[in-house]
């Protein structure tokens, strides 16, 4: 205020000295206070704060974590401290199609970290999302810098799916449930296996004497009566013989389940098979010794058996008499395929059927350089400190132990100083402790879930095996190697039903793969995965499949034949 105003005011109130004075003071100390702050106090910017963030304690620079527990903790650290007012509507859990999940959010270390935890168990195998959005203030007003969207993808779930049994009541519920693939889903027309469940009108030679294999077992464990069995095993050997396709005797891998026509399985694959061929012979000559009967229905079942048998033309597959089998030849493509059959593989069955053969018969020459000249043949090597004496290097997959000694009980078989029961054991042990270790790192491997063998795997098939491991399980893997590891593979039964079976145990058993790591669950069931386990599972029971089959007499002076000795021969 200028001396001139304060003489205009004083003027005017003349006589009113004191009040005037007060006035001036006022309005001076007013004028020189606004004056102090406008120059003197600058303004206050808000401070923007960044976030960082821990998954159960791990950061593992990404934003996306998997196989985790039902209930993560997921910690958010702030540089500066938020506005917990502005954090309520700014974090959320959720599910695909938007479904917010409830969470509960602690504050500490001053607002700069907030703790997240939903507030009830999280669904196993399911990615949620915890949005971190831009809304979120830092308590000066200051913004987020970098909002996150972290994916969190659950594991296990490790509470029991279904109630607990005896051991001896699970193993039967689990051949009763695969026995239905082969029963209920066998086609209406043949009776044969299916190739799989989506396979239609195609059905399997290998995979349906597989199936001819589980009817005895059934039968024996009261799952069909044997009349029933007797039944079925009438329209399957009746098509065989009179409707079904084949070539020298042998039978194609696929075949049209009404009309008995060959359906190609590949180019140059449209004649016969004959590992497949020997599978369905196998299987036949396993049901030949069960149906014994002296009642003509069954006497005409086995003869009917030897008929088809008899007719396999072994010898001609030595294409023009080398001392090797080949796999495939075709009426219009001939030797095409080219593939002979050498060991160490799935195929050892094969030279067993064709030396025992009485009318298409091979000497050991056949067997000794044919088979056992294979790349893979011999082995010797030890892996997890256990020997392998055949096969490639960690054992390749494990059918390679069960397709043959579905049959053949390796129990006390030897030939060419192998015992095949250490064979078997010790491929499936280090298979066993190739999963426990779990060098590539997949979500769920170990001690209760292993097991590497050819299988479905997440879009295609695969014949995985620990050379060639993706990170899928194969039920029929453990199963399926019960004579040989019962411990473990028990171990491996009771995850698969009580822990995952709600996601994997189903209409025919155990679909046949599955990752925990993706996760991804097969929905197929194939024959030839189905039927070993029924059998295997028996064979460590009773022992009934290998019994039956090697009380077959041609049997009996085939094996013996090509150097193999063991009690039962």
């Known amino acids: 205020m200028t001396d001139c105003n304060f003489k205009k005011i004083k003027n005017i109130y003349r006589g009113k000295k004191i009040t005037l004075y007060f006035l001036c003071t006022v309005i ?25 963030f821990t998954v159960n304690g791990l950061s593992n620079g990404t934003t996306s974590y998997k196989g985790l527990n039902l209930r993560p903790v997921i910690v958010l650290n702030f540089t500066e401290p938020v506005n917990i007012s502005t954090t309520t509507d700014n974090i959320k859990l959720s599910v695909p199609f938007s479904t917010i999940i409830p969470i509960s959010i602690i504050a500490g270390n001053s607002n700069k970290q907030l703790t997240i935890t939903p507030q009830a168990d999280l669904a196993a195998f399911t990615t949620y999302t915890l949005g971190i ?64 469940n989506t396979s239609g009108e195609t059905v399997t030679s290998g995979g349906s004497g597989f199936g001819i294999m589980a009817i005895p077992v059934g039968i024996s464990r009261n799952f069909i009566t044997r ?27 696929w075949l049209n389940g009404t009309t008995g026509a060959i359906i190609p399985f590949s180019a140059n694959d449209n004649g016969a098979d004959l590992v497949e061929t020997s599978y369905l012979m196998m299987g036949l000559l396993t049901a030949r010794q069960y149906f014994n009967g002296a009642d003509p229905a069954e006497a005409t079942l086995r003869s009917d058996i030897n008929t088809l048998y008899n007719n396999v033309e072994w010898d001609w597959f030595r294409n023009g008499g080398q001392n090797v089998l080949y796999w495939h030849w075709s009426p219009d493509k001939g030797w095409a395929i080219n593939l002979p059959i050498r060991g160490w593989n799935e195929s050892l069955i094969t030279y067993v059927m064709a030396a025992s053969s009485t009318t298409h018969g091979i000497p050991a020459s056949v067997y000794t350089n044919g088979w056992k000249t ?69 979500y769920g491997y170990g001690d209760s879930c292993w097991g590497l063998t050819a299988s479905d795997i997440e879009g295609g098939y695969t014949a995985s095996s620990p050379n060639n491991d993706r990170g899928f399980i194969a039920p029929t893997a453990a199963l399926s190697s019960f004579p040989f590891t019962p411990t473990e593979s028990m171990q491996a039964l009771k995850f698969f039903y009580y822990i995952i079976g709600d996601k994997i145990f189903k209409e025919y058993g155990f679909v046949d793969a599955f990752s925990l790591s993706n996760p991804w669950f097969a929905s197929s069931f194939l024959a030839i995965d189905q039927g070993p386990v029924i059998s295997m599972i028996e064979n460590y029971r009773t022992g009934l499949v290998w019994n039956l089959f090697t009380s077959c007499p041609e049997v009996k002076a085939g094996m013996p034949s090509l150097g193999f000795t063991a009690p039962y021969l």
């Open 28 to 52: 001076t100390i007013h004028f020189f206070t606004a004056c102090s702050k406008k120059e003197d106090a600058p303004a206050i910017v808000p401070k923007d704060t960044s976030l960082s």
């Open 133 to 196: 959005g831009s809304g979120i203030q830092s308590s000066g007003g200051g913004r987020l810098t970098n909002p996150a969207s972290i994916s969190l993808l659950t594991g296990i779930n490790y509470t029991d799916k279904f109630p607990r049994i005896t051991d001896e009541e699970l193993l039967t519920k689990i051949q009763q449930q695969t026995f239905k693939f082969f029963w209920d889903f066998g086609h209406p027309i043949s009776g044969l296996a299916r190739e799989r």
């Open 227 to 253: 009349a029933e069995g007797l039944t079925r095993m009438q329209k399957i050997v009746g098509f065989l013989k009179n409707t079904a396709v084949k070539v020298k005797g042998a039978f194609p891998h």
């Open 374 to 442: 294979g790349s893979n043949f011999n082995n010797g090597n030890s892996y997890y400190g256990i020997q392998l004496p055949l096969g490639p290097a960690l054992g390749g997959p494990l059918f390679f132990e069960h397709y043959t000694f579905m049959g053949i009980n390796p129990n006390g078989l030897v030939e060419g100083g192998i015992n095949y029961l250490t064979q078997a054991k010790n491929h499936t042990l280090i298979n066993y402790n190739y999963c426990k270790a779990n060098p590539k790192a997949w």
